[in-house]
């Protein structure tokens, strides 16, 4: 396989490279290096520094290294950003989108995945439910709202282009090489921040001092698998969710975290975010019928935790 990883020098992305070079195949990336970082690039793998809005610039890239498959994980990947501004969110997602499907319909790319989101594309989850693929779709965010349209593309791309394509749809991911500053995780932040003895903050659920808003917190190495299953034409299902089906809710999270590293955070408490879900947990089903349960967080946390401790002073 000739795989394509857009966003490649990113966190998701670079865990997807390194599956793939172990799995044996042939790798490229693509990456504006905006947010993602050259050294998180493997050694020998070639790194196309360009931005996806450059539609020629893109059109190049896959007619130079003429990817099979393209695992699609560039993106504008913030939701308070995408509140801020949503011009900039459109133009990075949704355009952006459409130069690389143009590229690859053209191209006679084989398969498109497509990086989506389980954590903001289904809006509010209420207790105890979890998210399925077939579930009503309530983006508020820009940024969920951009995925969405994106994906809505893909199915006009496969029937008028013949472009295949998988969608899966991400929970909330953290692990190792999550930037603090370029991408949004809150694990990253936290990690961060205690190691360095800095406070921590709660923002609220609904109310200033709750336990603060519930997500479902899912390792990037589990994710970088689905991927690979997918390249593999292992997953039948058009959308499939990529979670663990837990909640967990802010204040839970500081206080695994601090078990972990054995540290005593000062935790602030801060007002709900615009734009932030109160609750958002999916239905792992589909893919842990696929790859087995997904790993656990304690198992998760601790080798996110020694990468962070083991690299705060670069």
């Given at each position: 396989?000739?795989l394509l990883?857009?966003?490649g020098?990113?966190?998701i992305?670079s865990?997807?490279v390194?599956?793939?070079?172990?799995?044996?195949?042939e790798?490229a990336?693509?990456d504006?290096?905006?947010?993602?970082?050259?050294?998180?690039v493997?050694?020998g793998v070639?790194l196309f520094e360009?931005d996806l809005?450059?539609?020629?610039a893109?059109e190049?890239?896959?007619?130079?290294?003429?990817p099979?498959?393209?695992s699609h994980q560039?993106a504008?990947a913030?939701v308070?950003i995408s509140?801020?501004?949503?011009?900039?969110d459109?133009?990075?997602?949704?355009?952006?989108?459409i130069?690389?499907f143009?590229?690859c319909?053209?191209?006679?790319?084989?398969l498109?995945?497509?990086a989506?989101?389980?954590g903001?594309?289904?809006?509010?989850v209420p207790e105890p439910?979890?998210?399925?693929?077939n579930?009503?779709?309530?983006?508020?965010?820009p940024?969920?709202?951009?995925?969405?349209?994106?994906?809505?593309?893909?199915h006009?791309?496969?029937?008028e282009?013949?472009l295949?394509?998988?969608?899966?749809?991400?929970a909330?991911?953290?692990?190792?090489?999550q930037?603090?500053?370029?991408e949004?995780?809150v694990?990253?932040?936290f990690a961060?921040?205690m190691?360095?003895?800095d406070?921590?903050?709660?923002?609220?659920?609904?109310?200033?001092g709750d336990?603060?808003?519930v997500?479902?917190?899912?390792?990037?190495?589990d994710?970088?698998?689905?991927?690979l299953a997918a390249?593999?034409g292992r997953?039948e299902q058009?959308?499939t969710?990529?979670?663990?089906?837990?909640?967990v809710?802010t204040?839970?999270l500081?206080?695994?975290?601090?078990?972990?590293?054995?540290?005593?955070?000062t935790?602030k408490?801060g007002?709900?975010?615009?734009?932030d879900?109160?609750?958002?947990?999916?239905?792992?089903s589909?893919?842990?019928?696929?790859l087995?349960?997904?790993t656990?967080?304690?198992?998760g946390l601790?080798?996110?935790?020694?990468?962070?401790?083991?690299?705060?002073?670069?």
């Amino acid at each position: 396989m000739k795989l394509l990883v857009t966003g490649g020098a990113g966190f998701i992305g670079s865990h997807i490279v390194e599956h793939a070079l172990s799995d044996g195949h042939e790798v490229a990336v693509l990456d504006d290096l905006s947010t993602g970082r050259r050294e998180n690039v493997p050694a020998g793998v070639a790194l196309f520094e360009v931005d996806l809005r450059n539609r020629e610039a893109t059109e190049r890239v896959i007619k130079d290294f003429k990817p099979t498959v393209v695992s699609h994980q560039a993106a504008q990947a913030s939701v308070s950003i995408s509140v801020r501004d949503p011009a900039f969110d459109v133009t990075v997602n949704v355009i952006g989108s459409i130069n690389l499907f143009d590229a690859c319909a053209t191209s006679g790319v084989e398969l498109l995945i497509f990086a989506s989101t389980g954590g903001a594309i289904y809006g509010e989850v209420p207790e105890p439910a979890r998210a399925r693929e077939n579930d009503a779709l309530l983006p508020y965010s820009p940024y969920a709202i951009s995925k969405l349209t994106v994906e809505k593309l893909l199915h006009f791309y496969q029937g008028e282009r013949g472009l295949n394509y998988r969608v899966l749809r991400y929970a909330n991911i953290y692990g190792p090489r999550q930037d603090a500053h370029g991408e949004a995780g809150v694990v990253a932040i936290f990690a961060e921040r205690m190691l360095k003895g800095d406070p921590i903050q709660v923002n609220a659920r609904r109310q200033l001092g709750d336990a603060g808003c519930v997500r479902d917190y899912t390792y990037v190495s589990d994710v970088a698998r689905a991927n690979l299953a997918a390249a593999a034409g292992r997953v039948e299902q058009l959308v499939t969710n990529v979670g663990t089906g837990v909640s967990v809710s802010t204040s839970e999270l500081a206080g695994m975290m601090q078990r972990t590293l054995g540290i005593e955070a000062t935790i602030k408490q801060g007002p709900h975010r615009a734009g932030d879900l109160e609750r958002s947990v999916l239905d792992p089903s589909r893919c842990t019928q696929l790859l087995g349960p997904p790993t656990s967080m304690a198992v998760g946390l601790a080798t996110t935790l020694e990468w962070y401790r083991a690299h705060r002073s670069s």
